[in-house]
């Protein structure tokens, strides 16, 4: 842990929910530069890959990340406010959430697994405005990801979009608006809906057909 501020904690919350105040968090950097911010971890058998961080830039925010699915690469940017929940079973090959943006929130729901090279923002960062009345175009600062959904390689999620449950986000897709309906594929840049229906698993697609075969005895 790296801190120049003050009132800042880290909790380490076990499987029976007991909390208790460390330091540190296996394989997890944590970086405080401001005052009263709070980063919970609730552990769990899966681990923080090396290099994953997470960085406070300001004041009176939160980072809270359920039990891990076997393994996590993240890199968090929080800014003033900001609010993470991320739920359990969560996984991710490389991914990078930024809610440098005031008073951002961010929540992910549980068995929510990441690709690599994934990308969520909660805001654009820079300001677009009418020139004629000065009006902020692009505001935003909230994002909110259901259950059981699959993010592929090189997904970029923007602020204010919203994703229901079990979903799957294909491969350099770019999410920048709410889709209401669950059990769907988005694809494209934008994303939009180009299968309805479906769901996911973790297996491999052999071992799913094996197992619904032996439930179906054949």
């Known amino acids: 842990m790296i801190e120049t501020g003050n009132q800042n904690r880290i909790i380490l919350v076990a ?36 290099g994953s961080h997470i960085c406070f830039y300001s004041n009176n925010a939160s980072v809270e990340i359920g039990e891990i699915y076997v393994h996590a690469l993240v890199a968090i940017s929080m800014g003033e406010n900001a609010r993470l929940y991320i739920g359990n079973d969560f996984s991710s090959n490389g991914t990078e959430f930024n809610l440098i943006e ?15 090279n994934t990308k969520v923002y909660s805001s654009d960062m820079h300001t677009i405005y009418d020139v004629k009345t000065k009006e902020a175009l692009n505001f935003k600062n909230k ?50 809906v180009v ?7 973790r297996c491999f697609p052999g071992e799913y057909i094996a197992q619904q075969n032996s439930f179906e005895g054949k």
Do not use: Y
């Open 15 to 50: 499987q029976d929910g007991t909390e208790s105040s460390v330091s540190q968090i296996d394989g997890l950097e944590i970086i405080f530069h401001g005052s009263n911010n709070e980063c919970k971890i609730h552990k769990g058998n899966g681990i923080f890959d090396k």
């Open 102 to 116: 005031r008073n951002s929130e961010i929540h992910l729901g549980n068995n929510v697994l990441f690709a690599r």
């Open 143 to 192: 994002i909110s990801l259901g259950d059981n959904i699959w993010i592929c390689e090189d997904v970029m999620v923007l602020g204010n979009s919203e994703v229901k449950s079990d979903t799957v986000i294909a491969a350099r897709s770019l999410v920048n608006t709410q889709f209401p309906m669950p059990n769907c594929i988005l694809s494209g840049t934008p994303a939009k």
């Open 195 to 201: 299968k309805t229906g479906i769901s996911w698993s």
